[in-house]
């Protein structure tokens, strides 16, 4: 079953914050807890969350609740969370070496095997146990360890013909830090667009406007 | 006016990537466009973009399409590129770092004038020409430069009294990056969350399904 297709993208991204506030729940020895409770503290509707849970076939009981470590172990298996999905990281600079440390305290389901720069200063640097390789390695690596997943922590120059490479050796999904259109070229990969700039941009013209209310 | 209230947030987040399109025709020489190129680079539709100017007073002329270098300017005057809007940095890791150095490469409006961290190893460092305090001089810093917007490069761990203390000292916006859910204690203030563990667990997600399909 393909769930990509069947599920709206907005309910996707509502699953790790579920898994988040479930995670505090759970740390807080709260055993049960009704969709209510949980939509007021996450700012949400009990009925949206309802909605939500339905999509993967639902985990209540009606008028009995969540089980809240049942609910935190389901969310966390569609979410693939235990899963060995191969991972490499192209840039390890500061933003690459921030990133390669919230892969490993996330629990993604990914693995991060490799770590790649066209910086030679930075070759053999150690992050994470994992040494920064040449980029000049990247395809014999990719052919020989075969990821699934790359995280570009790089500008866009030149990246055209890396993504080609990525793909072409069986790359098919991207965490995107760079303002590299990715899906413009390879409509059928899966890209996950960090737009820190634009993101910064909307929080300016956001404090612009509000200065003028 | 407060053009947050009259314009959605979904036409506001695209301002952005209009301006970095722009951006990108005027340094290829390329002057003039329609709506419909424009769409056709973007992957948006003509109607949509038309619907996005049209929010701002509309830029262009039937049947002649947007001047580009002036579409540019007029963007970037609604997103406040030229703004001084002064902005501190709590967190002085490698993503603050990264993020220091987001926020001088982008034209956001904001002047970076203090970064602080609570390990007391980072202090001194400079990080673009500023020195990196110990959070302890941050309410003393705030009282005398009155920054208006503040960066969150730190865990969530102690951010109550940190937000508290920085939204009582008169900064009205954040740029997000911890799991701390501001607009809980502070549903009146400006906030931008970078939730980069949500993103990676939505790509995980998608990834993995789509290994199943």
């Given at each position: 079953?393909?769930?990509?297709?069947?599920?709206?993208?907005?309910?996707?991204?509502?699953?790790?914050?579920?898994?988040?506030?479930?995670?505090?729940?759970?740390?807080?020895?709260?055993?049960?807890?009704?969709?209510?409770?949980?939509?007021?503290?996450?700012?949400?509707?009990?009925?949206?969350?309802?909605?939500?849970?339905?999509?993967?076939?639902?985990?209540?009981?009606?008028?009995?609740?969540?089980?809240?470590?049942?609910?935190?172990?389901k969310i966390g298996e569609i979410l693939d969370v235990g899963g060995e999905k191969k991972m490499v990281l192209v840039g390890a600079g500061?933003?690459?070496?921030?990133?390669?440390?919230?892969?490993?305290?996330?629990?993604s389901g990914f693995r991060l095997i490799g770590i790649f720069d066209k910086n030679i200063a930075l070759c053999g640097n150690m992050i994470?146990?994992?040494?920064?390789?040449?980029?000049?390695?990247?395809?014999?690596?990719?052919?020989?360890?075969?990821?699934?997943?790359?995280?570009?922590?790089?500008?866009?120059?030149?990246?055209?013909?890396?993504?080609?490479?990525?793909?072409?050796?069986?790359?098919?999904?991207?965490?995107?830090?760079?303002?590299?259109?990715?899906?413009?070229?390879?409509?059928?990969?899966?890209?996950?667009?960090?737009?820190?700039?634009?993101?910064?941009?909307?929080?300016?013209?956001?404090?612009?406007?509000?200065?003028?209310?």
């Open positions: 079953m393909n769930k990509k297709e069947e599920i709206s993208i907005s309910v996707i991204k509502r699953l790790p914050r579920y898994y988040r506030y479930l995670d505090s729940l759970k740390r807080n020895g709260i055993v049960r807890i009704s969709s209510k409770e949980l939509a007021q503290r996450m700012g949400l509707t009990a009925s949206q969350i309802r909605h939500d849970f339905n999509c993967f076939g639902g985990f209540g009981q009606q008028g009995y609740g969540y089980n809240v470590p049942e609910l935190y172990k500061n933003l690459g070496k921030a990133v390669a440390n919230k892969i490993f305290s996330t629990d994470k146990g994992i040494p920064v390789r040449s980029i000049d390695y990247i395809e014999n690596f990719c052919i020989d360890n075969k990821p699934v997943c790359a995280v570009l922590c790089i500008p866009s120059d030149d990246m055209k013909e890396l993504i080609d490479m990525l793909v072409r050796l069986g790359v098919k999904s991207f965490w995107n830090f760079s303002n590299y259109d990715i899906l413009m070229s390879h409509p059928d990969v899966l890209c996950e667009n960090v737009h820190l700039a634009d993101s910064l941009m909307t929080l300016g013209y956001l404090t612009s406007t509000e200065g003028q209310a």
